[in-house]
Nanobody, 124 residues
Framework: QVQLVESGGGLVQAGGSLRLSCAAS????????MGWFRQAPGKERDFVAA????????YYADSVKGRFTISRDNAKNTVYLQMNSLKPEDTAVYYC?????????????????WGQGTQVTVSS
């Protein structure tokens, strides 16, 4: 069982930066691949970024590539999402999720555990 708690969301102007954190409970955090997803009002939950259990492999949605960076600290049971050059279209609730696998995957249905989400609002 893994419990996830996101933090770091907020209101930021376009072009600004935010860093999201996702703290995980459970001794097996380091064996899970981790992902970030986001959901805007009236839209489906979309993949943003994912990282393998070791941190050696990462994958990004095209819409955030070059602007967002996913990382993890297994000693702290935490995964991060550094978001730079934010745009109004990045506005959404951001969720972290844990996937009990050694590969990096992008589909929401592959992930086993989810946090409650944190709101990110980017003003123009």
């Amino acid at each position: 069982q893994v419990q996830l708690v996101e933090s770091g969301g907020g209101l930021v102007q376009a072009g600004g930066s935010l860093r999201l954190s996702c703290a995980a409970s459970g001794r097996t955090f380091s064996s899970y691949a981790m992902g970030w997803f986001r959901q805007a009002p009236g839209k489906e939950r979309d993949f943003v970024a994912a990282i393998s259990w070791s941190g050696r492999s990462t994958y990004y949605a095209d819409s955030v590539k070059g602007r967002f960076t996913i990382s993890r600290d297994n000693a702290k049971n935490t995964v991060y999402l550094q978001m730079n050059s934010l745009k109004p279209e990045d506005t959404a609730v951001y969720y972290c999720a844990a996937d009990n696998t050694i590969v990096v995957r992008t589909a929401t249905e592959e992930y086993d555990y989810w946090g409650q989400g944190t709101q990110v609002t980017v003003s123009s």
